[in-house]
């Protein structure tokens, strides 16, 4: 079956450490797109990707960096200057464009500083 | 960036009810959707709905693109559709309101 798999499901980060969240789909999407959700928030959007080798900031950026080498791939690295970054990581992906229709969802990465 | 405000913030409602959610945007958009969270934090498309009604099942959502806002609608609700309903606006780049926790007590 089709979709979006995304690992670990619990991450465990300690302070000064960078950490790479995982997130791969078999959908033939072009359009990937990483978001944040604090508890009992809304999402916020980090980082999205229309492209191979493209990606532009969302609205939170800063502390995180994306790449785009493969379109099944689009990994998230919570680097160091990420000061609060515990939360719960969602990547989604669409068919992209102006038919950026149907997010399908991973089902997400929990993250903790310890 | 476009604002994205949805009300009520809390709706607890009797097995059965009927229930209307609202999302206003402060701007014109290309893309307007619709999801559930269930409370194990998996989001499930809805609608995709940047106009019009569409219809399914006991869910509806309804568009109204020149007033800026949307609605869904849940009749003969369920304790399954509890969780928290978002509505997210944009164009290449979706951004989501604050959402609507929904509780269906049995």
């Known amino acids: 079956d089709g979709g979006i798999t995304q690992s670990p499901k619990y991450l465990f980060r300690k302070e000064g450490q960078n950490v790479t969240l995982s997130c791969e789909q078999n959908?033939?999407?072009?359009?990937m797109y990483w978001y944040r959700q604090d508890p009992g928030q809304g999402l916020r959007l980090i980082y999205y990707s229309q492209i191979v080798n493209d990606f532009q900031k969302g609205d939170i950026a800063e502390g995180y960096s994306v790449s785009r080498e493969k379109k099944e791939s689009f990994p998230l690295t919570v680097t160091s200057a990420q000061k609060n970054p515990t939360a719960f990581y969602l990547c989604?992906?669409?068919?992209?464009?102006?038919?950026?229709?149907?997010?399908?969802f991973g089902s997400g990465t929990r993250l903790t500083v310890v | 960036g476009i604002q994205v405000e949805q009300s009520p913030p809390d709706l607890i409602l009797q097995e059965g009810a009927n229930s209307t959610l609202r999302c206003n945007f402060s701007?014109?958009?290309?893309?307007l959707q619709w999801f559930h969270q269930n409370p194990w934090g998996q989001l499930i498309n809805l609608f995709y709905i940047p106009s019009g009604t569409k219809q399914n099942g006991r869910l509806s959502a309804t568009t109204v693109a020149t007033e800026r806002y949307s609605l869904l609608y849940i009749s003969s609700s369920q304790t399954t559709d509890s969780g928290v309903y978002f509505c997210a606006v944009g164009d290449n780049d979706m951004r989501f309101g604050a959402g609507t926790r929904l509780t269906v007590k049995p």
């Open positions: 701007d014109s958009v290309n893309n």
């Open positions: 959908l033939n999407h072009d359009a």
């Open positions: 989604a992906s669409s068919i992209g464009g102006s038919f950026s229709y149907g997010y399908t």
